[in-house]
């Protein structure tokens, strides 16, 4: 992977690799270097999160997912074959999305995404909630 940061401490990769959390599946704190690659099916269920002195680059490949948020990473790549299911607010500084993210139905809310650079040829999938009493005029 090419994740773009300089001095990298750990390169981190998860191999057809499930992990679970009802909080962060990872988590970057006091000046955290990494790159981390999940592919060949890896699926990730919990919050990606880095405290503002940490840099950390994520990669979804060959079928990989992500369900969850995302706040604070230097990058995400997804590649296209895999996806991100995102259910929450998320911010991050640079998205290269050459497959899928899916906003959650939100019922109960909108879900923001907030990016300083996006690039890549994937899909936003969008979801939208009418209620049972709206009529058209």
Same mark, same amino acid.
């Given at each position: 992977m090419t994740s773009g940061i300089n001095g990298i401490v750990s390169d981190i990769t998860l191999d057809n690799t499930q992990v679970n959390s009802s909080g962060n599946v990872l988590q970057g704190?006091?000046?955290?270097l990494a790159a981390v690659t999940a592919c060949?099916?890896?699926?990730l269920t919990g919050n990606v999160r880095t405290d503002t002195t940490s840099?950390?680059?994520?990669?979804?490949?060959?079928?990989? =997912?992500? #369900?969850?948020t995302v706040t604070g990473l230097d990058s995400f790549s997804i590649d296209g074959s895999s996806r991100w299911l995102l259910n929450g607010d998320s911010s991050l500084n640079q998205l290269n999305n050459n497959g899928t993210v899916t906003f =959650?139905? #939100?019922?109960?809310g909108f879900k923001t995404l907030a990016l300083s650079t996006l690039s890549g040829n994937g899909g936003f999938v969008m979801n939208k909630y009418c209620c049972a009493e709206c009529r058209s005029y």
């Open positions: 704190n006091s000046n955290a060949h099916g890896s699926v840099r950390i680059a994520l990669a979804l490949n060959s079928g990989s =997912s992500l #369900a969850g =959650s139905d #939100a019922p109960s």
